[in-house]
Nanobody, 113 residues
Framework: EVQLVESGGGLVQPGGSLRLSCVAS????????MSWYRQAPGKGLEWVSS????????SYADSVKDRFTISRDNAKNTMYLQLNSLKTEDTAMYYC??????RGQGTQVTVSS
């Protein structure tokens, strides 16, 4: 059974930083492209970033480019998302997404002064 568990969210002031983690189990993590999505209150699911199998290729939504950094550690079956220069519009539930669209329960990021 695929399991994805996100953590690292919280309340942060504008301009602050957070590091999200996603621990995967139930599948061969290193064989799959992994992604982060987010959903703001009252809005649909938005793609944030993806990383290829080995971690050498990454892509970002324009809204987070140059502020967020995705990475993975295949030895630890873990994916990360470093969030810097946070803005109020980054407030959302952040989800780790894996094989066949499987996703975790999410971790809440709230950016507010």
């Amino acid at each position: 059974e695929v399991q994805l568990v996100e953590s690292g969210g919280g309340l942060v002031q504008p301009g602050g930083s957070l590091r999200l983690s996603c621990v995967a189990s139930g599948f061969t993590f290193s064989n799959y492209l992994m992604s982060w999505y987010r959903q703001a209150p009252g809005k649909g699911l938005e793609w944030v970033s993806s990383i290829n199998l080995g971690g050498g290729s990454t892509s970002y939504a324009d809204s987070v480019k140059d502020r967020f950094t995705i990475s993975r550690d295949n030895a630890k079956n873990t994916m990360y998302l470093q969030l810097n220069s946070l803005k109020t519009e980054d407030t959302a539930m952040y989800y780790c997404v894996g094989p066949s669209g499987a996703r975790g329960q999410g971790t809440q990021v709230t950016v507010s002064s």
